[in-house]
């Protein structure tokens, strides 16, 4: 198990569109994908876990991979986050 934090830095936070960049970038992998937020833990391979967990811009976010393939799988949801998402 491997986990990072990382702050969200797209200015509208984890709505629908950046949700679903996250959630296709957690799908190219085998591991088990969460991120934690406040009492919350999310699938980061669910759309709908994510919108739930209400993220906002600046909310500081931990990822949590498990798998045999979480490093690569940690490297690039953290990569994802800290290109902003797409936006």
Same mark, same amino acid.
């Given at each position: 198990?491997? *986990?990072?934090?990382?702050?969200?830095?797209?200015?509208?936070?984890?709505?629908?569109?950046?949700?679903?960049?996250?959630?296709?970038?957690?799908?190219?992998?085998?591991?088990?994908?969460?991120?934690?937020?406040?009492?919350?833990?999310?699938?980061?391979? *669910?759309?709908? *876990?994510?919108?739930?967990?209400?993220?906002? *811009?600046?909310?500081?976010?931990?990822?949590?991979?498990?798998?045999?393939?979480?490093?690569?799988?940690?490297?690039?949801?953290?990569?994802?986050?800290?290109?902003?998402?797409?936006?």
């Amino acid at each position: 198990m491997v *986990s990072q934090k990382v702050i969200i830095q797209n200015p509208t936070g984890l709505h629908l569109r950046p949700a679903g960049i996250l959630c296709k970038t957690a799908m190219q992998f085998k591991a088990l994908i969460t991120f934690t937020f406040e009492n919350t833990t999310a699938n980061a391979k *669910s759309v709908l *876990s994510v919108l739930g967990a209400c993220v906002k *811009s600046g909310d500081e976010i931990e990822f949590i991979c498990e798998g045999v393939d979480e490093k690569a799988a940690l490297a690039a949801m953290i990569e994802a986050v800290e290109s902003g998402l797409g936006e």
